[in-house]
């Protein structure tokens, strides 16, 4: 069993700063999250990636966000954050947490994604 919870969202002006968190409740042992990361839906919009640290050890970043937006972790409490910083009003969406989790052992092992409720975020002009 699975559960992302986000937290963090709010309103702020623009050129303000947003700090999310996701935690990953994970109750089957053992398990391994391959990749975690940050996605956003803004109304009437396709979700897109955000930030993410990926499967094969990398951390990767929209282009709209790069040099404002830093994704971070703690392995021991199966945290990520994204802080977000001079934020505008086109960052308004509803940020999910995503991550591509292992559960399991070797050969019953199951790999799935796990999206959170997400959090709105919402930057006044």
């Known amino acids: 069993q699975v559960q992302l919870m986000e937290s963090g969202g709010g309103l702020v002006q623009a050129g303000g700063s947003l700090r999310l968190s996701c935690v990953a409740s994970?109750?089957?042992?053992?398990?391994?999250?391959?990749?975690m990361g940050w996605f956003r839906q803004a109304p009437g919009k396709p979700r897109e990636m955000v930030a993410e640290?990926?499967?094969?050890?990398?951390?990767i970043y929209a282009n709209s966000v790069k040099g404002r937006f830093t994704i971070s972790r703690d392995n021991t409490k199966n945290t990520a954050y994204l802080q977000m910083n001079r934020l505008q009003p086109e960052d308004t969406a509803v940020y999910y947490c995503?991550?591509?989790?292992?559960?399991?052992?070797?050969?019953?092992?199951?790999?799935?994604?796990?999206w959170g409720q997400g959090t709105q975020v919402t930057v006044s002009p």
């Open positions: 994970i109750k089957t042992t053992p398990f391994k999250i391959n990749s």
């Open positions: 640290f990926t499967k094969v050890g990398t951390t």
């Open positions: 995503n991550a591509d989790i292992t559960t399991g052992w070797a050969r019953t092992a199951m790999v799935d994604v796990y």
